[in-house]
């Protein structure tokens, strides 16, 4: 966030700020990281369906994972190949599922056996056939917070286990519905890449049971899940992932003909979005300094729902002065909203602040719009996008 200040002096906030160069790299990246396996790497629009974000990724040549049937909608209108589009999802209504089938879109992932029922009916009644790719739960802990963890069986995604031959039955007697694969995902923010190894394990062991039963099942998606370094967005800006497909080629036992396909949202997006706030008001209290922001929960969510860690940090003039000699203060960094988990951090150390300060709190291009509300009658957001 070199630089920036300038720009963004004479802009409204709160606002969120978008590195569209940094964006563009990080899917070039990714994507070149995949290609080396003839790995496939589908965006979830879910981390971040901003149009002009929207627009960049589709035209990388990736494809895009849907959960709703206006994801789907917009994701085509922004670009992505419909053919290249998996839709994802406990509770698909029949109105999405029609709009899933009237765009012939990859597969569908299929969470259970009553949804594999609705969509073998609706698919016949337009004459489609469905792509099915069941979502099975691996039991794989992804060793984040419980709040994102989706791999275990306590968790509501994914067949259960005892309903799996049931499903294939189904898949079997319908002329509506193909099997095209397996569908996996564990959590999200996962930094230890021993859960994907775990997780690669469990993936062969179900690989083979199909196998063995005499089904070809052409996709394997291993989900996403990958996670970022929130503590130094400008040190790793771009996760690691060579070392993440890495750790696939070396531990998945693919079948003939088998492609692998990921689901990425946060690595894809988190880093190259910025929410930027001004201090409205600084509070000295007998223990504690207070910044008061014109940002809050309502326009970045994740802190105040899973304790996440965002770096903050002051836009300060170009000419840096030397480290040392800024004097530094802690502060609670908090929004405006009527509610005590409405703060960005505590005890943070920065230099003394004054009204009217900008402050960059980093890495929240990946679920913060998207999450933004109008609790509070707060005000639609302002954008800045660095082209
Ligand atoms: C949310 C989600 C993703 C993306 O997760 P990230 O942690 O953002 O990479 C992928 N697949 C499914 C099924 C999801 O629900």
Not at 36 to 47: D, N, Q, S, T, V
Not at 123 to 135: D, F, H, M, P, Y
Not at 255 to 263: M, R, T
Request: glycine share 8%.
């Amino acid at each position: 966030m070199e630089n920036v200040r300038e720009e963004l002096q004479n802009q409204s906030t709160p606002l969120y700020y978008y590195d569209l160069p940094l964006l563009r790299e990080t899917v070039n990246v990714a994507k070149n990281a995949a290609d080396r396996y003839g790995y496939k790497i589908h965006y979830a629009i879910k981390a971040n369906n901003n149009s002009r974000i929207l627009e960049e990724i589709s035209q990388l040549g990736v494809g895009a994972d849907c959960v709703s049937g206006a994801e789907i909608a917009l994701a085509i209108e922004k670009g992505f190949q419909p053919a290249e589009v998996v839709f994802a999802g406990v509770g698909k209504t029949d109105k999405e599922i029609q709009l899933a089938l009237e765009n012939d879109i990859l597969a569908f992932n299929v969470e259970s056996v009553q949804e594999i029922g609705v969509i073998s009916e609706i698919a016949s009644s337009l004459g489609k056939v469905a792509n099915i790719a069941l979502r099975i739960n691996p039991n794989v802990d992804a060793k984040t917070h419980h709040y994102i963890t989706t791999g275990l069986d306590e968790n509501k995604f994914g067949i259960m286990m005892h309903e799996l031959d049931t499903c294939l039955e189904i898949i079997e007697n319908h002329a509506s519905l193909s099997l095209v694969g397996l569908h996996f995902h564990v959590g999200s923010q996962i930094t230890d890449l021993n859960v994907y190894k775990r997780l690669c394990v469990k993936v062969n062991e179900w690989n083979a049971y199909f196998y063995d039963r005499g089904y070809t099942v052409p996709i394997l998606n291993l989900g996403g899940g990958l996670g970022i370094n929130y503590m130094e967005p400008d040190e790793e800006s771009i996760v690691n992932f060579s070392n993440f497909f890495y750790l696939f080629h070396q531990f998945l036992e693919l079948k003939p003909g088998q492609e692998v396909h990921f689901e990425l949202g946060r690595s894809i997006v988190a880093n190259c979005g910025s929410l930027i706030s001004r201090v409205l008001y600084i509070k000295n209290g007998l223990k504690k300094n207070f910044a008061i922001l014109d940002a809050g929960m309502t326009e970045l969510l994740r802190p105040a729902l899973y304790q996440a860690y965002h770096k903050v940090e002051l836009l300060q003039e170009d000419k840096q002065i030397e480290e040392e000699e800024i004097s530094k203060v802690r502060y609670d960094i908090v929004g405006p909203i009527c509610e005590s988990s409405d703060c960005f951090g505590k005890d943070v150390l920065l230099p003394e602040l004054i009204r009217g300060d900008l402050i960059a709190i980093r890495s929240a291009g990946a679920y913060g719009e998207v999450m933004s509300s109008r609790y509070n009658l707060r005000q639609p957001l302002n954008y800045f996008y660095k082209e």
